[in-house]
């Protein structure tokens, strides 16, 4: 036998079928549907056919869910139709679905692992790029576009042909106040938005194995923006522990049975990439955004790039990005003030994301006003027993119910024009949290940072202050 990545085992696992053209037929085992869905759920409709596998089928409201006041003032006649139209889908096709009124709702890259229905060797898919969060359990996850969902809610299965793979290692030891976000950012600013173009990306080393899962999603999340297909994880006890208990995962006998089908997915030692990148933990810091792409990212300490340095075609981008984001060429980022902060999306929003946060916040003040969205209403309730909510509102920021928020505005939930907002969010492209809005991505404790400062600042210095 040769050697096998991860890739190629999950990959055998789910191929049903190969055309000729090398696309593979695959079979889903967890498809999640969000708003969007009303397009492919239309489709079907036009043309006769029923959901193939309710039961393997989730619904989520995310992207349009209000945040604020969840009853019939709390949302537009718009947003509310978006919703209503989710709900209505799923109750005619026996669809579970985690609606406003459903204790579990929260964002679908957050609540499917959550409630145990994200598993180690399930293939994933999603109406949304974020999908490869899920990767992060030793999933092959993917989001497809509307057309793929149609095909997936009649068929449960998708075809998709099997991408290059590219193994990202992150070796030693991460430095405090430093985490998964800086992991992710940091790479892609090394490879660029499109550096891992096409292909599969398995993490590994002993940063990331020594990352929980909440930071191993984080990792898998931001996949895309590197231009990945999936982002994936080998699963280990972390992965088990994570899982253990949860609302949806097996029990008793049957989870003996996958703990033992899961230990085998993994990549064999003498296995192959097509691609291989080293880094060296040690060598990450606290990293933020500064331009309209997430690769458009430098440590804290380092200057805003300057586009009279830099090559022809890469400083005319430069500078259109520094023009948007009213930003001056060659000044330090740390000092760069900030209007409002956001603390939530599928990127940074689970529990551990609000306890980094609340550790730089407790006992300070925000000098700029903010938004802490929670995931889902589970991580919300947990973070309220834990006392993270007093730390938040008595810093002066809002604590509001789970959804997408102030990621993309769908629910209404927007950055004002010309306002810059440190966030921990996964993508600052042009007008994404509002036309004219301006994004700084960073991890959730250096929004938190940023809220106490007023300003981009290196959180290491206020740990530090506090220990
Ligand atoms: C609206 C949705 C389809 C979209 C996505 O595909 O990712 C959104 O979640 C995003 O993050 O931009
Ligand atoms: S939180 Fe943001 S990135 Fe994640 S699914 Fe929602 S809109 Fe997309």
Not at 10 to 32: F, K, N, Q, T, Y
Not at 117 to 144: E, K, M, N, Q, R
Not at 451 to 462: I, P
């Amino acid at each position: 036998m040769p050697p096998l990545r991860l890739l190629d085992r999950l990959w055998e696992a789910h191929e049903v079928h190969r055309r000729d053209d090398g696309a593979s037929l695959l079979w889903v085992d967890r498809h999640l549907v969000h708003e969007g869905s009303h397009h492919a759920f239309r489709k079907i409709a036009e043309r006769g056919l029923s959901v193939a596998e309710p039961g393997l089928t989730t619904a989520v409201v995310d992207h349009y869910a209000p945040t604020r006041d969840r009853g019939d003032g709390g949302a537009s006649d718009d947003i509310r139709a978006m919703i209503q139209r989710l709900e209505v889908n799923a109750k005619e096709h026996g669809i579970r679905c985690f609606d406003l009124r459903n204790p579990g709702q929260g964002i679908v890259h957050v609540i499917g692992p959550e409630q145990g229905l994200t598993l180690p060797g399930c293939l994933i898919v999603c109406g949304d790029s974020h999908t490869s969060t899920h990767g992060a359990f030793g999933a092959l996850a993917f989001g497809i576009g509307a057309t793929e969902v149609a095909h997936v809610l009649s068929t449960q299965t998708v075809w998709q042909v099997k991408p290059k793979a590219m193994r990202i290692r992150f070796e030693g030891e991460l430095a405090p106040g430093v985490g998964a976000k800086d992991m992710a950012l940091g790479w892609i600013a090394r490879l660029g938005a499109d550096g891992a173009r096409g292909h599969a990306i398995e993490y590994a080393g002993a940063a990331v194995r020594n990352l929980s899962m909440e930071g191993r999603m984080t990792l898998c999340n931001l996949s895309i923006e590197g231009g990945g297909r999936f982002g994936m994880v080998a699963p280990d006890q972390v992965t088990f522990d994570y899982i253990k208990g949860r609302r949806y995962a097996p029990e008793g006998a049957e989870l003996e049975r996958a703990l033992a089908d899961w230990a085998e997915l993994r990549t064999d030692e003498d296995a192959e990439f097509d691609r291989e990148e080293v880094i060296d933990a040690a060598d990450i810091a606290p990293v933020v955004t500064w331009g309209t792409s997430p690769e458009d990212a430098l440590p804290i300490f380092d200057s805003i790039p300057d586009p009279s340095r830099l090559p022809e075609g890469r400083a005319a981008k430069v500078a259109s990005a520094l023009d948007y984001m009213g930003l001056t060429a060659g000044r330090p980022l740390a000092g760069t003030k900030v209007d409002q902060v956001f603390i939530g999306s599928c990127t940074n929003s689970r529990i551990e994301d609000l306890r980094a946060a609340a550790q730089v916040l407790a006992g300070r003040k925000a000098k700029v006003p903010g938004t802490v969205s929670p995931g889902s209403m589970i991580v919300k309730a947990q973070a309220e027993a834990e006392g993270l909510d007093r730390i938040f509102t008595e810093a002066g920021l809002d604590w509001v119910g789970a959804g997408c928020s102030m990621c993309v505005g769908m629910n209404g939930d927007l950055v004002p024009p010309g306002k810059r907002c440190a966030s921990t969010t996964n993508r600052n492209f042009r007008g994404r949290q509002g036309p004219g809005a301006r994004t700084h991505l960073m991890s959730p404790a250096m929004v938190a940072a940023a809220a106490v400062a007023g300003e981009l600042t290196d959180v290491r210095d206020m740990l530090k202050e506090r220990a």
